[in-house]
Antibody, heavy 117, light 110 residues
C-alpha cells in the first residue's frame, strides 16, 4: 500500500517561500496523480493543485501565480512551493495521490505550516 | 464560501440512517463524478466514496453515495458512534479547472 509523508519547515516568515516535500513509499511515483491539499485551522479543505507523473500540472486559480508543484522520480518524491506567503497560508498541508486528478485514495498525515514573523 | 454547498451539521442516533447532501452546478457535479471524504478528529481525510457511488476496499457497505443532476448525497445506515466526523464532498469543476470541495458537514452521533 502506498504511504505518503510530508516534510518541511513548520514555521515560515511572511513574504518568504513555503517549501514542502512528500516522500512516497510502497509504490512508484511514475504513475498516478500527485496532489497537494491544505486545511486552515478549524476550516475546510482547499485543493492546491496536482501533477501527473509525466510532469503536467494543474493549479487552483486562486493560487496559480504563487504555486509550483514538481516531481522528482529519482527520489520518489514530489514537492510544493508557495511564494510570498501571508498569514492566510497558515494551514495543515496534505499530500495525496490517486489514479484520477479529481480524487485521492491515499493521503499523508499532514503537516502544520504556520506563517508568522 | 465553498463552490459546493453542504449543510454545516447533521446528527443522528445509533442505528439510524443519515443523509448528507452536496449541491453544485452544471460545471462540477452536473458534469463530473462526485467523491466523498471522511475526516475523523485530528486525522487526515479518508476517501469514502469515489465516482459517485464506488466504495474503496475496506469501506463498509453502510456508506453509500448517489448523484442526481447537480446534487449528490452520502447515506450512512446503521449509524455508529465512530461515524462521528466531518464529511466533505468534492468534484472537478470544468469552468475553474480545479477540484472543488464542499464546506464540510459535521456529523454528530447523539
Amino acid at each position: 500500500q502506498v504511504q505518503l509523508q510530508e516534510s518541511g519547515p513548520g514555521l515560515v516568515k511572511p513574504s518568504e517561500t513555503l517549501s514542502l516535500t512528500c516522500t512516497v513509499s510502497g509504490g512508484s511515483i511514475s504513475s498516478n496523480y500527485w496532489t497537494w491539499i491544505r486545511q486552515p485551522p478549524g476550516k475546510g479543505l482547499e485543493w492546491i493543485g496536482h501533477i501527473y507523473y509525466s510532469g503536467s500540472a494543474n493549479y487552483n486559480p486562486s493560487l496559480t501565480s504563487r504555486v509550483t508543484i514538481s516531481v522528482d522520480t529519482s527520489k520518489n518524491q514530489f514537492s510544493l512551493k508557495v511564494t510570498s506567503v501571508t498569514a492566510a497560508d497558515t494551514a495543515v498541508y496534505y499530500c495525496a495521490t490517486g489514479p484520477s486528478g479529481s480524487y485521492s485514495h491515499y493521503w499523508g498525515q499532514g503537516t502544520l505550516v504556520t506563517v508568522s514573523s | 464560501q465553498s463552490v459546493l454547498t453542504q449543510a454545516p451539521s447533521a446528527s443522528g442516533t445509533p442505528g439510524q440512517r443519515v443523509t448528507i447532501s452536496c449541491s453544485g452546478s452544471n460545471s462540477n457535479i452536473g458534469s463530473n463524478y462526485v467523491h466523498w471524504y471522511q475526516q475523523l478528529p485530528g486525522t487526515a481525510p479518508k476517501l469514502l466514496i469515489y465516482r459517485n457511488n464506488q466504495r474503496p476496499s475496506g469501506v463498509p457497505d453502510r456508506f453509500s453515495g448517489s448523484k442526481s443532476g447537480t446534487s449528490a448525497s452520502l447515506a450512512i445506515s446503521g449509524l455508529r458512534s465512530e461515524d462521528e466526523a466531518d464529511y466533505y464532498c468534492a468534484a472537478w469543476d470544468d469552468s475553474l479547472s480545479t477540484v472543488v470541495f464542499g464546506g464540510g458537514t459535521k456529523l454528530t452521533v447523539l
